[in-house]
């Protein structure tokens, strides 16, 4: 049984930081790209950073400078730092294991965390 497990939400001033953390279990972590989503309400989920197994990272335009995406295969963990917090980063943030392309694709979620940034 797969398991996504996030942590590290909460409540942060504009500026702040926070770091959230995704716990997996029952998969080979290392082989699988991980990635953090968020979806404000009334928004679209979006993909906000994402690692490979070759520890390549990317991020969309709005965090890259703020957000740092990290894992640690030992843990079968992967972490976003969050630095520069703006209210608009406020969303429920979602852990993300992917592989495969084509029509062979596996996608696991974890539950989400919420992250509000407000003063």
């Known amino acids: 049984q797969v398991q996504l497990v996030e942590s590290g939400g909460g409540l942060v001033q504009p500026g702040g930081s926070l770091r959230l953390s995704c716990a997996a279990s029952g998969i080979i972590f290392r082989l699988w790209i991980m990635g953090w989503y968020r979806q404000a309400p009334g928004k679209q989920r979006e993909l906000v950073a994402q690692?490979?197994?070759?520890?390549?990272?990317s991020y969309t335009d709005s965090v890259r400078g703020r957000f740092t995406i990290s894992r640690d295969n030992a843990k079968n963990t992967v972490y976003l730092q969050m630095s520069s917090l703006k209210p608009e980063d406020t969303a429920v943030y979602y852990c993300?294991?992917?592989?495969?392309?084509?029509?062979?694709?596996?996608?696991?979620w974890g539950q989400g965390t919420q992250v509000t940034v407000s003063s």
């Open positions: 993300n294991a992917h592989i495969g392309s084509g029509s062979s694709v596996k996608d696991y």
């Open positions: 690692i490979t197994s070759r520890d390549t990272t």
